[in-house]
């Protein structure tokens, strides 16, 4: 072979060498990729969960003080997500609290929801709950619980209504959520402990509902956006609801 021939073979060798790496560059970038997109949505998910989690809280501390004075929350709207403002009358979320076929309570909610196309995370009712493709977590508790006092058993419930002019806001960047105690109302109702006392409650994430009330003891059932839980022994239900004014900016 001539010095010609070696230059040539030279030449393909490196052409294959280069190639071989592009191809495996290609490979690894491509695989990558795909990693840092799953990231990025599992931070951006993260982002909302802690997002509405500060707000669940602020708004629970608002009712709970009957707190008149707007205070604000900032709650960042991942990119990719939106954040919707719900007022009680424009949602489906809505609960009623019936003892014997006679009804004691019922209310709308309304809600606050941040939510990409695949994830989501809602405040209603007082409690929060997330959905990342059908796995449902509770975020906050809804303040429903049952308390034995003296042979007593008292089922409470504290509701939290929102009462917003209905918006959406685009995510990528902060939102303020100024929200205030609006109205409340209290009632306390003695009940027969024979007969079963049932919450019915019609909800964009029916899944986190019927998860926490079974957590507490109660028997549900579920269909679409509506559950049932249904408790018995109860002898005094206390009900508690604050609507609170909430003003996204």
Known sequence: MNDGDDGVSEMLGYAILVG??????????SGAAGAISSAVEEMGFAEAGLAMRSFAAAAVNTAYN??????ATEVQVPAGYELLALDASDDIARISITCGGQELFSAREGCIRLQSPFRSV???GGGAFSNDSGYIDIVQEPPISVA?????????????????ESTVIRGGAPAILYARADA??????????????TISITSREPGGWQRYFEETGFFTAGKGSA???TIGG????????????VRPL
């Open 227 to 229: 559950i049932t839980a």
């Open 148 to 164: 034995l006092s003296y042979g007593a058993s008292t089922l409470y419930v504290n509701l939290i209504s929102v009462s917003t």
């Open 184 to 197: 409340r109302r209290s009632k306390i109702v003695s009940v027969s402990p024979d007969a079963n006392v």
């Open 122 to 124: 809602t405040f209603e």
């Open 66 to 71: 009957n707190n008149t004075c707007f205070t």
């Open 234 to 245: 109860i002898t005094d239900v206390y009900i508690d609801q604050t609507t609170i004014q």
């Open 20 to 29: 071989i790496v592009i191809s495996a560059i290609i490979c690894l970038t």
